[in-house]
């Protein structure tokens, strides 16, 4: 079977085309250095020839308004290569509760997305993932200042990237679900707390004050992009992440 991973030299879809690979299917990242530029078109129809399945994992260069014009082309791009190469299933990679924070620009771009694949001419499946471990040293630097972090104290329940990438192939060799699947690590931490989880382990003496109005965070309300039920837990817990993950650099 013939897969395209679009955004496949990212964080994820590297990982996903690796996985797909060692388990004997073709897997071709479609990106900007593959000649593919999802706000045009250019190299799509080319990138797509053959695919049955296509695993959307591609972002937005920015994370503002400008997000939405981003995910509105590329998702209708993308769906109508699709349809002409015809392919037989549309994955795209969101964010749990993604459509409960309508308050910033990036999640109303990726429940956009989320939409127009909903709508669109193909069966589909969304994969929703919680935050990603890899990204809290980028998440203390944005309120870092001096000796200490400020971050509010909104409830998320992270997960490594590896484990993201398995649950995207599990999706990727399957039927289309026709609906979400949501996915999360197996603990719920406080953001606050979970900053000064990993200032512990990076041996980084700053001090965490709890702010509720400090960072991208602190719109959201409620512990709304913590998975529910229904959720598919990873096995990986942040601590044991972290002690694996010794060597990477703060900040």
């Known amino acids: 079977m013939k897969h395209v991973v679009v955004g496949g030299t990212g964080r994820i879809g590297s990982q996903v085309v690796q996985k797909l690979t060692e388990a004997g299917h073709e897997a071709v990242p479609a990106a900007p250095s593959t000649g593919v530029d999802l706000v045009t078109g250019e190299g799509l129809d080319e990138a797509l020839e053959g695919a049955e399945v296509v695993t959307n994992l591609a972002n937005s260069p920015a994370f503002d308004e400008s997000s939405l014009d981003f995910f509105d082309a590329a998702m209708n791009n993308l769906l109508a290569a699709g349809e002409r190469a015809g392919v037989k299933h549309q994955i795209v990679l969101s964010i749990v509760g993604v459509d409960q924070v309508p308050q910033l620009d990036y999640y109303r771009a990726k429940t956009l997305q989320e939409q127009l694949l909903r709508r669109g001419p193909t069966p589909f499946s969304i994969v929703r993932a919680t935050q990603f471990f890899e990204f809290m040293d980028s998440v203390l630097s944005w309120t870092a200042?001096?000796?200490?972090?400020?971050?509010?104290?909104t409830p998320l329940q992270p997960m490594a990237a590896a484990d993201v990438a398995d649950a995207v192939?599990?999706?990727?060799?399957?039927?289309?679900l026709q609906?979400?699947?949501?996915?999360?690590g197996p603990e719920v931490f406080g953001l606050d707390d979970l900053g000064r989880i990993?200032?512990?382990?990076?041996?980084?003496?700053?001090?965490?004050v709890t702010d509720d109005t400090a960072g991208m965070f602190a719109a959201v309300n409620g512990d709304v992009l913590t998975a529910g039920?229904?959720?598919?837990?990873a096995g990986t817990h942040y601590r044991d992440w972290l002690r694996d993950h010794a060597g990477a650099a703060a900040g």
């Open 145 to 153: 200042e001096g000796d200490t972090v400020r971050l509010p104290s």
């Open 169 to 176: 192939v599990e999706v990727a060799i399957r039927t289309p």
């Open 179 to 184: 609906r979400i699947r949501n996915i999360a």
């Open 198 to 208: 990993t200032l512990a382990a990076r041996h980084d003496d700053r001090m965490v």
């Open 229 to 233: 039920p229904d959720a598919h837990l």
